[in-house]
């Protein structure tokens, strides 16, 4: 029997995948097998086939149902030349040279097939934590020097283990999978493509904190990700990894999927809750932390997707192993995502270390269009704009706050040399307009503001006047909103005042 794989990620199935599988289907006879796959993550090259051979996985790409009938004549089902023909997949330099430990299994197995997972390492975590204290748990994930993958990247085992010491009747596990920044899917592609390993994470948070019960907080525009964690959650509830006594532990962990409805602040932690417990999403004030008074006022771990996907890995091979790779205070691997004006748009997991340039040139390929890529966004819609002489910046927290940018969640959106970055900085205001909770004056009140004072700086209103009123504006932002919607929304908007003075009429001195 052949076997070939063809992607059942958003993604894929966008651009085609499910006509793919028809026309195969129907100019093959019974003796081929396909299975549905998550992305490898090079999504310039989907709708991906491929197929099984003794040398390996030889892939074709991006396949369309009518080249089917030509790649058939050539030998697709042997692995054989085709203009399409990639050769081994695992041998392509933008999949070869990552460090696919979170994303280890996404495009090799079946994402809602238990016994593939299996098969390939799962659930080994879980093995592990079931013979440990719920400390040595937190201990192994303090060790590896996992930072939150959602944006603020604060210490997860220190967030931990204040669920851990906070003494209380029921406390939660909550996932947040609201994944609302642009140019981001890191979160969306694991979900559909190894719903499992995020399962096996939350249930070892579960065991660590003495939690019963999860929540997985999705955004409503991720149907396909809904299905494949629903499979998988049923898929582990009948085999004993979910419900009570797993694995005949004696030890109780329940898993839900929630949906979210469409809101970006929604992805802040606090209002998150508010939403799950079916209120409007509006932030709360800090303290006291989710962690102490989280879901229903009880101690609650809120962790990004990533984060907690990234838990198997650290458990099955232990903190030590996971904090090897990266950077500084940046250990671990990142899931880099690649969006916007690039030739090589998709998912790259790389260690903390890589330069930016890097990553946009040789894996990213430069610009779809072919101009000077002349910004790039880093970490979301509230991440800074960094020009070309920020390219050789490493990808580290550090290295990034260092400079006034942040890297969020990993998400990279590029921009040639056509964009206009005031713009840019007149949509940050824009979108925070939009998106706003309201609780909050500076951020309700000061992005409205923020809107026209740009559009005077534009139109050459009493320029230098607004200028210094729109850094003012800026500044009280920053210090004065409650969360980061507000407080970061400057970041975009003083980046590209900083570097593109010229896209606003000014001379840089006077910007
Ligand atoms: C406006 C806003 C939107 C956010 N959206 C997300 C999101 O979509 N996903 C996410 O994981 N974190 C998001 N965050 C960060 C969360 O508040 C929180 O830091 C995160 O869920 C904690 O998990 P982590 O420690 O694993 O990163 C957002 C924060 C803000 C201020
Ligand atoms: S900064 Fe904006 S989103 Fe955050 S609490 Fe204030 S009004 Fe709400």
């Not at 329940?254 to 799950?276: K, M, P, Q």
């Amino acid at each position: 029997m052949t076997r070939l794989f063809i992607s059942r990620d958003s993604t894929a199935l966008s651009l085609g995948a499910e006509q793919v599988v028809k026309a195969i289907q129907q100019q093959t006879d019974s003796k081929i097998e396909i299975i549905r796959n998550g992305s490898r993550g090079l999504y310039w090259l989907e709708p991906l086939v491929e197929v099984e051979t003794a040398q390996g996985r030889v892939a074709y790409g991006p396949v369309q149902a009518e080249d089917v009938a030509s790649l058939m004549d050539a030998g697709l089902l042997e692995g054989k030349q085709h203009p399409l023909y990639l050769g081994n997949i695992e041998e392509l330099p933008y999949f070869k040279n990552q460090n696919r430990l979170t994303f280890a299994r996404v495009g090799i197995t079946d994402p809602v097939n238990l016994d593939d997972y299996l098969s390939h390492d799962g659930y080994k975590g879980l093995k592990n934590a079931l013979g440990l204290q719920p400390s040595d748990i937190v201990k192994h994930v303090t060790d590896s020097g996992l930072r939150g993958r959602g944006g603020a990247a604060f210490p997860t085992g220190i967030k931990w283990n204040t669920v851990l010491n906070a003494p209380a009747d029921q406390k939660y596990i909550v996932c947040n999978a609201d994944e609302g920044d642009s140019g981001t899917f890191s979160d969306r592609m694991i979900m559909e493509g190894d719903p499992f390993v995020l399962i096996e994470g939350m249930t070892i948070a579960g065991l660590a904190v003495g939690a019963s019960q999860g929540y997985i907080y999705l955004r409503v525009e991720y149907p396909h990700a809904k299905i494949a964690l629903n499979q998988a959650i049923e898929a582990a509830y009948k085999n004993g990894y979910l419900g009570e006594n797993i694995q005949d532990s004696g030890k109780t962990f329940h898993l839900e999927v929630r949906s979210g409805a469409g809101a970006y602040v929604c992805g802040e932690e606090t209002s998150l809750l508010e939403s799950l417990e079916g209120k409007r999403g509006m932030v709360r004030f800090k303290p006291p932390l989710p962690a102490i008074v989280g879901l229903f006022g009880k101690p609650t771990i809120v962790n990004n997707v990533i984060s907690l996907a990234s838990i198997p890995v650290i458990l099955d091979k232990g903190g030590e192993y996971y904090k090897n790779y990266g950077m500084g205070r940046s250990r671990g691997t990142l899931p880099l995502q690649l969006a916007g004006n690039i030739k090589h748009p998709g998912l790259f997991e790389a260690a903390f270390g890589l330069t930016l340039r890097e990553i946009l040139y040789t894996y990213g390929g430069g610009s779809a269009s072919g101009r000077p890529i002349r910004a790039v966004q880093v970490g979301g819609p509230l991440g800074a704009y960094m020009p070309e002489s920020q390219f050789d910046t490493p990808l580290d927290y550090e290295a990034f706050a260092a400079i006034g940018a942040v890297l969020g969640h990993g998400g990279i959106v590029v921009h040639d040399d056509t964009t206009n970055m005031a713009d840019m900085a007149r949509y940050a205001m824009e979108f925070c307009v939009e998106e706003s909770c309201g609780k909050c004056t500076p951020c309700r009140i000061g992005s409205t503001r923020g809107v026209e004072v740009i559009d005077r700086i534009v139109g050459d209103v009493e320029k230098s006047k607004n200028t210094e009123l729109l850094r003012d504006l800026c500044d009280t932002m920053l210090c004065g909103s409650l969360c980061a919607m507000g407080g970061m929304t400057p970041y975009p908007v003083l980046s590209s005042l900083n570097h593109f003075p010229e896209d606003f009429g000014l001379e840089a001195s006077k910007a």
